[in-house]
């Protein structure tokens, strides 16, 4: 962890940026302990925009359990220059006994009793709501919980009577003297009106929905901010690429073009990328932060001091209205052995560009960005291409026996050593959506035999060099091809 960090993919006890994260955050959208900005999210988010944190303070919308702002504020403690909305608003509530209050000179007018609105001050007396002292008896099982309504109103049921001497002498009062005594005592509390009431739980819920979908949102991008903290590897990856097809726009086809994309990499499994897509001067496409993607990675040397990359990404189009811009789609696809791209902009001044890309981007120089380790040298360092027809085969549709194929072997650095597609009649009839992994049998450098040994997610392959015939099995589908004795 840096002291300073600039980057948003590392994390820094000071961070500064368009999204940085650290212990303390300042930015356009920041996530830390403390952030400070337009949306920022943390534990105590101030903000200028919209907030959303534990302690939320924003000049506009703050979300979080204690929650200040000047516009608008969500929260179980929120306030607000402008609107607030309490999870669990309070008001007082007067216990039931208040439609009994009776003043307390009718009491001892008529040596009765009655309710009588009270406070209770600092010492436990009981005193009029005009401040006066009342020279109460209070029995001993009201004491504390008088002395737990210190401070506060309550409404309390007060019996005069005349006093009772209890011994003749000087000091016994006399007779008719006038004694009040607490019988019991009922404070005014401060909680949820009417929770019996359907109204009541039908706001609560809504509330509580409300306050969940901002927790839930906020927490999101704090957990996703948080993931990309962990993603120190990172690599800029290119691929060669050529327009075969343009439609409102102005680029020609065969104009040479460039397949961009910069990968972070946790150096596991996980992998965030953003894809830029330039024809010259002309930037067809850009998306920093692309959310469906597929990466696969290979090493591209026996030494494994150079990888290469295929990916498959999508982005829907969509078209543009008053208060959106249109946003271009884009369906790129370098898993075949032959890529591909399309990008649209759909709308009312529509355009399309469809390219052809290099499967394999070019070789980077340095350390993989995910976990393969579990690489192992293939042994051979050419492709292997075998050409024959088919002799055999069931349930193939419109191939038939005769038609010609094409097995291709090609190495590779990964826990498989090598990488086997076949074509028949112009259609992949194994690696379809790219070379299926399988492992080779090599001897003196040569390849042998290549089987998947993936029983249970790919169909049953084996190419048998030297016995010269490729079989392939599924449960309705099966073929089995003669090669020819020519290496291609």
């Known amino acids: 962890m840096r002291l300073v960090s600039l980057d948003p993919y590392e994390f820094g006890v000071l961070a500064f940026g368009a999204t940085p994260t650290g212990i303390l955050a300042i930015g356009l959208a920041p996530v830390g302990v403390i952030a400070i900005g337009v949306v920022p999210r943390g534990v105590v988010a101030v903000a200028s925009g919209a907030?959303?944190?534990?302690?939320?303070?924003?000049?506009?919308?703050?979300?979080?359990?204690?929650?200040r702002a000047v516009g608008v504020s969500f929260g179980f403690n929120a306030g607000a220059v402008g609107s607030f909305f309490r999870i669990l608003p309070e008001r007082p509530v007067r216990p039931p006994v208040v439609r009994l209050t009776v003043s307390l000179e009718s009491i001892l007018e008529s040596h009765d009793e009655g309710w009588v609105e009270v406070k209770v001050d600092e010492a436990g007396q009981l005193l009029s709501r005009r401040g006066s002292r009342l020279d109460a008896v209070i029995p001993s099982h009201l004491q504390?919980?008088?002395?737990?309504?210190?401070?506060?109103?309550?409404?309390?049921?007060?019996?005069?009577?005349?006093?009772?001497?209890?011994?003749?002498?000087?000091?016994?009062?006399?007779?008719?003297?006038?004694?009040?005594?607490?019988?019991?005592?009922?404070?005014?509390?401060?909680?949820?009106?009417?929770?019996?009431?359907?109204?009541?739980?039908?706001?609560?819920?809504?509330?509580?929905?409300?306050?969940?979908?901002?927790?839930?949102?906020?927490?999101?991008?704090?957990?996703?901010?948080?993931?990309?903290?962990?993603?120190?590897?990172?690599?800029?990856?290119?691929?060669?690429?050529?327009?075969?097809?343009?439609?409102?726009?102005?680029?020609?086809?065969?104009?040479?073009?460039?397949?961009?994309?910069?990968?972070?990499?946790?150096?596991?499994?996980?992998?965030?990328?953003?894809?830029?897509?330039q024809c010259g001067a002309l930037e067809l496409f850009e998306n920093k932060s692309m959310g469906d993607c597929r990466v696969r990675e290979a090493a591209a040397t026996p030494q494994a001091d150079r990888f290469t990359y295929q990916v498959r990404c999508s982005q829907k189009g969509t078209p543009g209205t008053k208060k959106q811009t249109a946003r271009k789609g884009l369906a790129l696809d370098t898993f075949p052995a032959e890529g591909s791209a399309r990008v649209a902009l759909p709308g009312s001044r529509p355009w399309n560009v469809e390219l052809s890309v290099q499967s394999l981007s070019d070789p980077l120089l340095g350390p993989p960005l995910g976990n393969v380790n579990h690489r192992r040298p293939p042994g051979f360092e050419k492709e292997v291409k075998r050409r024959g027809r088919i002799s055999q085969i069931r349930g193939g549709g419109t191939l038939a026996v005769g038609d010609e194929c094409t097995a291709r072997i090609l190495p590779v650095w990964t826990k498989s050593n090598c990488s086997v597609r076949v074509e028949c009649g112009g259609k992949v009839v194994y690696g379809h959506d790219y070379f299926g992994d399988s492992v080779c049998t090599v001897l003196e450098g040569k390849v042998t035999k290549a089987r998947d040994e993936n029983l249970e997610k790919a169909p049953e392959m084996e190419v048998d060099l030297v016995g010269g015939k490729v079989v392939i099995q599924q449960d309705f589908f099966g073929v089995e091809i003669a090669l020819q004795d020519e290496d291609g």
């Not at 907030?51 to 929650?67: D, I, M, Q, R």
């Not at 009106?193 to 509330?207: N, Q, T, V």
């Not at 086809?253 to 897509?277: F, N, Q, W, Y």
């Open 51 to 67: 907030g959303a944190g534990v302690f939320s303070f924003s000049a506009g919308l703050s979300a979080g359990v204690y929650s």
């Open 144 to 277: 504390r919980k008088v002395r737990r309504l210190r401070g506060k109103n309550a409404h309390a049921l007060l019996r005069a009577r005349e006093a009772e001497p209890k011994a003749s002498g000087y000091r016994a009062p006399a007779r008719g003297t006038l004694q009040v005594r607490c019988r019991a005592i009922e404070p005014d509390v401060s909680r949820p009106p009417a929770r019996e009431s359907f109204k009541y739980w039908g706001k609560l819920a809504a509330k509580l929905a409300l306050f969940a979908v901002i927790a839930l949102v906020a927490g999101y991008s704090v957990f996703e901010q948080a993931m990309f903290t962990t993603m120190t590897r990172q690599a800029e990856v290119r691929w060669p690429a050529r327009v075969t097809k343009s439609e409102g726009i102005d680029v020609a086809p065969g104009a040479s073009c460039e397949v961009k994309a910069l990968l972070h990499s946790d150096g596991e499994t996980r992998m965030h990328l953003g894809v830029s897509i």
